[in-house]
């Protein structure tokens, strides 16, 4: 058990801060909202500060220059976490209604599809942990395990660069480059779709990478984790479990 007379650590001291924002924005009244004055007046602070972040501090003593950075560092992430926490509950305060929070909050990730009327399937994002990107013939899909059913890599399509592309067409594709910074929307094929509820769901994938020789490279199995290789190396397997509302 802890002692309570020892000092907090920095887990616990975030955890109170976070409550304490979140509990300050919901009991907020005014004209504006209950939310939007810390997104609308603590953003532009929250922009100066993350701008200092990076500034060089010039000369000076290393115990003046390593305070200045490091208080400008802990206003930048309380200034974070003031705007993001009231932005993060705007859905749930929005409306009511499921399908509108659905189509709010979870429109561009984890959500059933529809075409005309009728849903068709199920669908969500995965990025790339590899910061140079990498050309499409360079991906190597794996299967998706959802609830305990399988689709093969050949079931799923690939939306990147704005485009639907099977597995088999990203192969030969070496024009298209998958960014870091933009997410990749997977797409499957299931008549219904999925329930309301958490889905517990494993995906996978690999790419050719200058870090790794081509020799190790030819034996990596998207479908498998890896008992030594990081994502940024080439293999990004991953389990989650994932909320349709």
């Not at 100066?48 to 000369?59: D, E, I, Q, R």
């Not at 769901?201 to 990478?209: A, E």
């Not at 490279?217 to 290789?229: L, R, V, W």
Request: with cysteine; glycine share 8%; net charge neutral.
């Amino acid at each position: 058990m802890k002692d309570v007379h020892s000092p907090l650590t920095k887990q616990e001291m975030n955890t109170l801060y976070l409550n304490k924002e979140g509990t300050i924005a919901e009991n907020t009244r005014s004209k504006f909202g209950r939310f939007r004055p810390y997104i609308a007046f603590g953003s532009p602070f929250l922009a100066v500060f993350a701008v200092l972040t990076f500034v060089n501090m010039g000369n000076g003593t290393g115990g003046v220059i390593f305070s200045t950075v490091i208080y400008i560092y802990i206003i930048a992430g309380m200034l974070y976490t003031l705007v993001n926490i009231p932005y993060s509950s705007l859905a749930a305060v929005m409306t009511e209604d499921p399908k509108q929070r659905n189509l709010i909050g979870q429109s561009i990730g984890f959500r059933n599809t529809v075409e005309d009327g009728k849903v068709t399937g199920f669908q969500f994002r995965v990025r790339l942990p590899y910061y140079r990107g990498i050309f499409l013939c360079q991906l190597r899909p794996g299967s998706l395990i959802i609830d305990g059913k399988k689709f093969e890599k050949e079931e799923i399509l690939w939306n990147v660069c704005g485009k639907d592309r099977t597995a088999e067409e990203m192969v030969s594709d070496t024009e298209n480059h998958w960014a870091v910074t933009d997410a990749a929307t997977i797409k499957v094929k299931l008549d219904g779709g999925l329930t309301q509820g958490f889905h517990d769901l494993t995906f996978g994938f690999c790419f050719t990478s200058s870090y790794m020789p081509p020799i190790m490279q030819k034996e990596m199995d998207p479908d498998k984790e890896p008992p030594f290789i990081m994502p940024e190396f080439g293999h990004h397997l991953h389990s989650r479990r994932l909320l349709i509302v």
